[in-house]
């Protein structure tokens, strides 16, 4: 346990930052930049394949870590909108907790829209290798954060340098199965894909994915344009368990949702709630930490995991690879692993947290509360399957199902024309 | 090496600045993504240069609905903002008196916003329950579930919103230029309003229109922001397949050979135009 890689497959502990190769691969991706004919004539260079064994992988590790054992005083921390707590104006107490207790600056962002794009946009940027600015960056489980390992874009994390995550992290974020020995990734939050309704249109109760089939509510159904909530959730939709699924089931919840298409106002990105709350949509498919915020501010929406099932995402803090303070991002990011930090970040993000300690912290919060709507808001919030699955609500919701590279090309090729064109 | 030769190769040295500019940030980039569009691979393992010109008929066989739906909502909204701007040309420059350019001031204020703003300020507008539906739908003028949000009158509508002055600019210049003197001359030959529109002014314009037609044509045909934020699943266009291709997908071959295809078919669209229009037209419009 003191080192999880000894046990760890030598791929996974492949990608590390190494800074003779990769300033080598600055220099050979920069000159064919500059010299754009020299490119056109040889192809765009992938990435470059380790000849490193195991042991020396470990050793360059350690040796970064030592190289920077000390905080350097900043910290850039690029996140999700509202997905951390606010308080009186627009500031956030836990990194200004943060901030007093270890002297770190942060600077925080909120520009990460959805995974694919966000991919778009720092793939260049790592590939030539420079640094994207930030030291934490937070991706979902999924394609992209495969990619991001597969690329060697992360820096493998201190995992001497994690005690509050060891000793309270839920058994869902502890060694997932995207991240064996959590070598790149501690987690952010996690959620379940659903289905979400305004009922002042919908005026009976969601049960089934198949409600979003209904003809009744043909121009105000809303879906992703997303490579992995919707076709997950169609696969479960078929009652298909998405982890074990194969190609045939595959092109059957394509078909699933071909049929749905001309019912399909649009395939949103981010933005589907407002429309959800406005009435220019009635159903749709919704990350349950939204409803449950816009809820909080004002409108009333419902969140339901449909019967046949539901996927179960993750967010994962990882650090990529030139990150200027990467030991201010460790010391971060096991910072908020313990349950007072938790419980703030808990309080105010609705998701599932990945600290089950906080729970009784909340409910002390609930008791001392003195306004009765603060008191009724975290009694919920503590009682929510929604923040704190049971075992049951688990046995319902499915992981992502994992595509190696031939496979990831005929699930593309399935998916993405129906939200793409 | 006399002064005379000197002297003889004193405009080349003077146009080598404009030569540079255009081969670097043209020339090269486009021979760049032309290779990439034979290139064969992935993320992983890179891309390797294969000839693999079948890129191109795939894309066109995946995407000709986009490519189709591209030119005719530029089309139409090509058509639109000519109607629109021509009047507005036409006033401000013939009435516009000294108020002049006041009024291309405030034809250019909307610009001085962000577009992507302006364009999602018609997602509030628009809403099925906002302020210009909700009312006529009380008073029954629209059916319940009207709504006009993510259908393709959205986005052309979006497009030619912001489009618009790029339509009138030329055509306000080209007439600009015409002496109100002609009109004056045209009704001493007896030549009623109409006919002095018809005859002269019209004809006078028409470098003008061409302009307008193609810094009009040429962008609207490969937007992608307004099918994004008014848009849904009937209303994509070429420049969503492209952008999302490339800074999504990574397929950097689809997204160049779609780009050639656009660019041929708008390349060859305009030369169309200006042969029918004829060269001098064109020579005109340089000149302007």
Redesign the interface.
Known sequence: MNNPLDALPPDLVRGMTMPRLSRRRALQVGGLSVL??S?????????PGSKLGLHAAREEITKFWTEHAKNTGQLNFENWPLYIDVGKGSDHPSLDLFTKETGIKVKYGEDIQDD??Y???I?PVLAAGQSIGWDIIVITNGIYLD?LV??DYLIPLDQNAMPNFYANASPLVLDPSFDRGNVYTMAWQSGMTGIAYNPKYVDREITSWADLQDPAF???IGMFADIEDTPNSALCAIGVNPETSTEADWRKAADWLKKQ?PL????YQQDYVG?LS???LWISLAWSGDIFQANASGSNLKFVIPKEGAPLWTDNMCIPVHAQHPRDAMTYMDFVYQPKIATMLAEYINYVTPVPATQPLILADAKAATSKDDKEALTELADSPLIFPSQADYSKLHRYRVLD?AEEKIW?GLF??I??? | MGARLRARLAPYWLVLPAWLWLVIFFVVPTLIMLSVSTMTGNLLDGFKQTFHWSTYSDGWDAYHVQFVRSIVYGLVATVLCLVIAYPVAYWIAFRGGRHKSTLLFLLLLPFFVSFVIRTQSWNFILSDNGIVLSPLKHWHVLGKDYHVLQTPMAVVGGLVYNFLPFTVLPIYVALERVDPALLEASSDLYANKATAFTKVVLPLSMPGVFAAVLLTFVPVASDYVNATILGGPKTTMIGNIIQTEYFTNSDYPTAAALSFILMAALLIGVFAYARVLGTEDVLEMAAA
Do not use: H, M, T, W
């Open positions: 754009g004919l490119l056109a004539a040889c192809g765009i260079p992938g990435a694919d794009s991919f778009g946009k793939q990619k597969n690329l043909k121009g105000k298409r399909v106002r649009k395939y429309p406005k009435g220019d590279s593309d993405e024309p939200y793409e064109s």
